[in-house]
């Protein structure tokens, strides 16, 4: 047997259950919900009895809603869309056994009547099925619905857990517009849950390569004793697109690209670069080094935040128009579509080492990457040779497009003199493991099916993340910016570069 063979092991068997999707007619069902739920069929992870039920204010009948989505898989497997190659088609039979599961109730989410069908519903669902009490209620829905839904569920008796039974919630971002929201939307939430009901999802956390951060660090001798303020001069994580703001300008108007994404997923991020070794691989163990990490960050000062946003400009040779001419935009909008800063996490590992993070729509390129720049080695032995040749050292994590790490050192060009030469070494996912067309929720689904919630954020981690950029949220609201400054297709605004060329460094290419 393999190597690879004698540590594999096989995940464990889903529970049978029932999943209630509330926004089944929405955009995110159809773009990754029910695509992670068909790769799930796919693979064979689907509880063996389960339903799905389909809740939505749309007048429509299940085969209605089940031909649109069939529809829409079998486009975006011939485009390639999300995780997938262009040109894919369909596999009937795993698209047949999840179809089977599925059923579809027309509903008003502020009308505690539909609730209670729906309550009569998952009664006959379950009695037909067998799945035991079990159900999963994801709230693909806009986020003022988050708290009144779960307050409709409780009323309902929909979030009682009788005898081995469980009852989960899965609540999408953003989770809260600052401090004050998010506080207050967990005081709505926990008043009808228990903590460990709550399932707050981001989709970065089921990439591969983000789960293999931990496996990186914690389980090769090789990085671990370097991974440290002796050995590293500081980290830059990158989050850029190269869209813009498609069909949610509404709701994008309402956000910006801090709200979108700091708190959560590049907070995420920076959290899994960060932490210290949990004392095991479990839920409470890994969720407790994170928080450990936000606790230690001091709030973020706007003089070490920089927003942008973009005018028109070239990607890929076509031209994009500027932001405030997208749909639904405001012409004088002064949301920011881009947000960079610096941050410092101030424990023994970490002190003196600066976070750089930035995230961008209508970037260059579509990349997301944590790259680690190590210190500059001693000069004395090569006084005699050009040292300022000498590249630097950086550990590349890729998570998107291609998933691989990347380790850049220095190495002596063949020949009669010492001469430096930066080279690297690759490793690319698809080059060593088969791996199943993913969106990136697959993983997430399955873990609430069995319960474990190591992927998904806390309370505290959340409005301790809220806490750290609170001052710049209440800084740019009370102050305009000059937008747009800087061009679609381009990297960011020039004082994205002076955020880091003030310390005498420079962000890496996008």
């Known amino acids: 047997m393999s190597a690879a063979g ?22 995110l069902t159809k773009r990754l919900v029910m695509p992670a739920l068909y790769n799930l069929s796919c693979s064979g992870l689907l509880p063996k009895n389960f339903a799905v039920i389909g809740v939505d204010l749309v007048q429509q009948d299940a085969e209605t809603w089940q ?89 309902a008796g929909l979030t009682v857990e009788e005898g081995d039974s469980w009852r989960r919630v899965v609540i999408e971002k953003p989770f809260g517009h600052d401090l004050a929201s998010a ?73 910006g690209a801090l709200r979108d994404m700091v708190p959560n997923h590049v907070f995420q991020l920076l959290a899994m670069t960060a932490m210290e070794a949990p004392a095991a691989f479990d839920a ?53 579509t881009f947000v960079a800063m610096k941050l410092g996490i101030d424990n023994w590992r970490w002190a003196g080492v600066p976070f750089y993070l930035r995230t961008g729509k209508r970037m260059s390129k579509r990349k997301t990457e944590i790259a680690i720049r190590f210190k500059e080695a001693p000069f004395a032995m090569f006084r005699d040779t050009r040292v300022d040749a000498l590249g630097d050292n950086w550990l590349i994590i890729s998570i998107q497009p291609e998933e691989g790490i990347r380790l850049q050192f220095n190495a ?62 209440d800084d740019w609201a009370a102050h305009d910016a000059a937008f747009p400054n800087y061009a679609a297709g381009s990297a960011g605004p020039e004082e994205a570069n002076q955020l880091l060329e003030r310390e005498g460094r420079f962000w890496l290419p996008i």
């Not at 579809?104 to 009695?127: C, H, Q, V, W």
């Not at 076509?318 to 749909?327: L, S």
Request: proline fraction near 5%; glycine fraction near 8%; include cysteine.
């Open 412 to 473: 002596k060009r063949p020949g009669p003199t010492l001469t430096f030469e930066r080279v690297a070494m690759d490793f690319k996912y698809d080059d060593w493991f088969k791996q199943a067309p993913a969106t990136g929720y697959e993983t997430l689904i399955f873990d609430c099916f069995i319960g474990d919630a190591t992927l998904f954020q806390r309370a505290d981690q959340l409005e301790t993340a809220w806490k750290i950029v609170q001052p710049v949220v």
């Open 183 to 255: 506080i207050a939307l967990d005081k709505q939430v926990l008043s009808v849950l228990k903590e460990n009901q709550v399932y707050r999802i981001d989709h970065f956390l089921g990439k591969e390569t983000v789960q293999n951060i931990m496996a990186l660090r914690f389980a090769n001798g090789l990085f671990e004793p370097l991974w440290n303020r002796d050995r590293i001069d500081h980290v830059q994580i990158t989050v850029a697109e190269i869209v813009g703001v498609e069909r949610r300008g509404k709701f994008y108007e309402s956000t």
């Open 6 to 27: 004698k540590n594999s092991r096989q995940p464990p068997v889903a529970p049978p259950c029932a999943m209630v999707i509330f926004g089944a007619a929405g955009d």
């Open 284 to 336: 409470d163990s890994i969720r407790a080094k994170k928080a450990e990490v936000f606790t230690s960050m001091h709030q973020l000062s706007p003089g070490d935040a920089v927003r942008g946003q973009y005018a028109a400009g070239t990607i890929n040779d076509a031209p994009v128009p500027a932001y405030r001419d997208e749909p639904d935009v405001s012409h004088t909008s002064v949301t920011e």
């Open 67 to 155: 031909k649109t989505l069939h529809d829409f898989l079998i486009s975006s497997l011939k485009k390639g869309g999300e995780g997938t190659e262009p040109g894919e088609v369909i596999n009937e039979q795993a698209w047949k056994r999840l179809s089977d599961s599925m059923s579809y109730m027309p509903g008003n989410l502020s009308d505690d009547a539909a609730f209670e069908t729906l309550r009569d519903k998952l009664e006959e669902i379950d009695r037909e099925k067998g799945l035991g009490g079990n159900v999963l209620f994801y709230l693909a829905v806009a986020e003022r619905f988050f708290g009144p839904t779960v307050e409709h569920l409780g009323r």
